[in-house]
């Protein structure tokens, strides 16, 4: 089972965290493909280790995108549009991948999702949450996408046909195409890049999408679920029961040093939100 994530330094004991949480419901072979475009070494060594520890297989890349590519849209990350170019970097015999957002946590077999056969498309994905808002469909008519939204997030792509229907030039001129119309960047593309018969979706179980605050307690069924927004368990306070989990679940990576990163991201982010009351508050005169 081949799998690709894209991390910086900031994303990789999520990371762990997620293969921790797929080792604990899948026993099969796994290849973990890690992509960035700046990634430390002690950060590199450490998702090593736990990859190690737990028999799963990891090949870490740290790659460089063409800055020409992104000459006219300087205010995005290369980071954020790795798994566009990923084919040009995996092993090109790779017939299945399956991208994860690391912002996730498995609660079942993700095998039971790496098997579906996606032959006749190009990709597997589950509509995105707020698909069928009025603005999400406007935004979507607005960058000519013709069907319902995928979420990005968890994404089963047959890279035989991605090979062969997508490549440089065609994500470029995207990017061109959409210029400041790009509200949610590689997903935005991503859907523009596939039509209707092109995309398997899924039933919402493999990419079980969840916002703060939302009190869900039955996960019954649910092979992954994805944390959406900024927020996220590490990076706040008040934890939701499915917040929860991540901290229950990381207890077994081991990663203790993470606690006390999480405990700084929390501090600063409670910090930025009084300022920015502050500001509100007594910013006029």
């Not at 960035?36 to 737990?54: A, F």
């Not at 994905?125 to 469909?137: E, G, H, N, S, Y």
Request: proline share 1%.
């Amino acid at each position: 089972m081949n799998i690709l994530c894209c991390v910086d330094d900031n994303y990789a004991y999520p990371l762990i965290n997620f293969m921790f949480s797929i080792r604990k419901y899948c026993d099969r072979e796994i290849n973990l493909y890690v992509l960035s475009t700046k990634l430390s070494d002690k950060i590199r060594d450490r998702i090593k280790e736990k990859c190690e520890e737990i028999n799963i297989n990891v090949n870490i890349q740290v790659v460089d995108l063409d800055d020409k590519i992104f000459a006219a849209r300087a205010h995005y990350t290369k980071d954020t549009f790795l798994r566009l170019f990923a084919y040009k970097f995996l092993p090109q015999e790779m017939d299945k991948l399956l991208y994860l957002d690391v912002d996730t946590l498995c609660l079942g077999d993700v095998g039971e999702l790496y098997d579906i056969d996606i032959n006749n498309y190009i990709l597997a994905a589950c509509r995105d949450k707020i698909w069928d808002l009025d603005r999400t469909i406007e935004h979507g008519k607005e960058l000519g996408i013709e069907h319902d939204m995928f979420n990005a997030g968890i994404i089963l792509f047959n890279m035989k046909k991605v090979r062969k229907l997508w490549d440089e030039k065609l994500v470029v001129d995207m990017i061109e195409k959409a210029g400041k119309k790009l509200l949610y960047l590689d997903q935005d593309l991503l859907n523009m890049l596939t039509k209707k018969e092109d995309i398997l979706f899924l039933d919402n179980k493999m990419n079980f999408q969840l916002r703060c605050f939302e009190k869900v307690k039955n996960l019954d069924g649910v092979v992954i679920m994805h944390y959406l927004e900024d927020r996220k368990p590490w990076n706040h306070y008040i934890l939701a029961y499915h917040e929860k989990l991540f901290w229950k679940n990381f207890k077994e990576t081991g990663c203790k040093e993470f606690y006390e990163i999480s405990r700084r991201m929390r501090r600063q982010k409670l910090i930025r939100k009084f300022k920015n009351k502050f500001k509100r508050i007594f910013g006029k005169k």
